[in-house]
């Protein structure tokens, strides 16, 4: 009779600590925005100790205790890593609330944080909370790619989540055959004067927006040979015009006095 009453006394006490726990949620946030870490224990009665706060970041990914809670719920700092005057104790030791608050969150803030109650005589509980700082497309640059032996134009765009790419060319129509948009990539596919223009690369994701441009300048071959024809027929147009006037001025060429002088030179010798 007393072992049964033994294991029953067990058995209750046991099913108690199954079903105590501590719950969460993942959260998500806009890069320089609060965001609140919300966590409790439930499902028990027994004695607080301490309630310890673990980041496992982009700025530090090995996993530490960054803040403590004692039961009254003074806080002290162990390694703050980044969070120094931006994080504070929101929630209440006595209701078995231990929420925290980040401010002005960074892209370096993401990661993973453990809220861990410490209790007597069970022992931790704890519960991780993923936190993702959603961040929308701040400046576009565009590159000539050094990879592709074709002409490629790459437009790049840091965000989270990743950018979505449009590429369109600014009042001209787009030139059908010749230049692909390939996701963040511009192929110019035949490298003529119909080509030129401006190019713009808009880079989004659900929490906004940026754009770059590309000015495209391509001198065919028969342009430059027009350009230089043109310079010669101009320097011609000069010569002839100089001549005329000088036979309107001396009523002669200027190689015709040169002519006239050559024999007498030849006789004197």
Known sequence: MLRTLCCVILLIVQRDTESTRVIGGWRTVLLGEDVDLSCRLIETDEELEQITW????????????????NPKGVNKFISPNGLTGRVQFIGNPSENL??????????????TFTCIFSV???????????LTVLDPPQ???ITLSEASKATVFLCVADSNPHPNYTWSRVVQPWPGSSV????DKLHLLSLSSELNGLYVCQASNPYGRATGSLNVHI????????????VVILCLIV?????????????????SSF????????CCE
């Open 54 to 69: 673990q980041k496992s970041t982009l700025e530090g990914t090995q996993n530490h205790n960054f803040m403590l809670i």
């Open 98 to 111: 231990g929420s925290i608050r980040i401010t002005a969150v960074r892209l370096l803030d993401e990661g």
């Open 120 to 130: 007597f005589p069970s022992g931790a509980y704890n519960t991780e909370i993923p």
């Open 139 to 141: 400046s576009v640059n």
């Open 180 to 183: 692909r948009a390939e996701g």
């Open 219 to 230: 001198s065919s071959e028969t342009s430059a040979a027009c350009w230089v024809l043109l």
């Open 239 to 255: 010569a002839a015009a100089a001549l005329i006037w000088y036979w309107w001025k001396y009523g002669q060429f200027p190689w």
């Open 259 to 266: 002519m006239a002088k050559a024999p007498e030179q030849v």
